[in-house]
């Protein structure tokens, strides 16, 4: 018996199918992928940069960058 593979939609939190044929996945819609898409576009999600500092990186002049 095959089990279905389900994960809670990232935007909504319903179940969301796993399976390939599911072309909405990790979501559980297109309305919850595209709500999750303009979340991207209104830079409320992002993903964080880290500062020259955290590299080990000189820090730059702020006068050669005008």
Do not use: H, V
Request: charged letters at 35%; hydrophobic letters at 30%.
């Amino acid at each position: 018996m095959t089990e279905l593979k389900t994960a809670a939609c990232p935007q909504c939190g319903e179940a969301a199918s796993l399976a390939k044929t599911n072309k909405y996945r990790p979501f559980c819609s297109e309305r919850c992928k595209l709500l999750d898409l303009g979340e991207w576009f209104d830079e409320k999600k992002g993903i964080p940069a880290e500062d020259d500092e955290d590299q080990g990186l000189p820090a730059q002049d702020p006068d050669l960058l005008q």
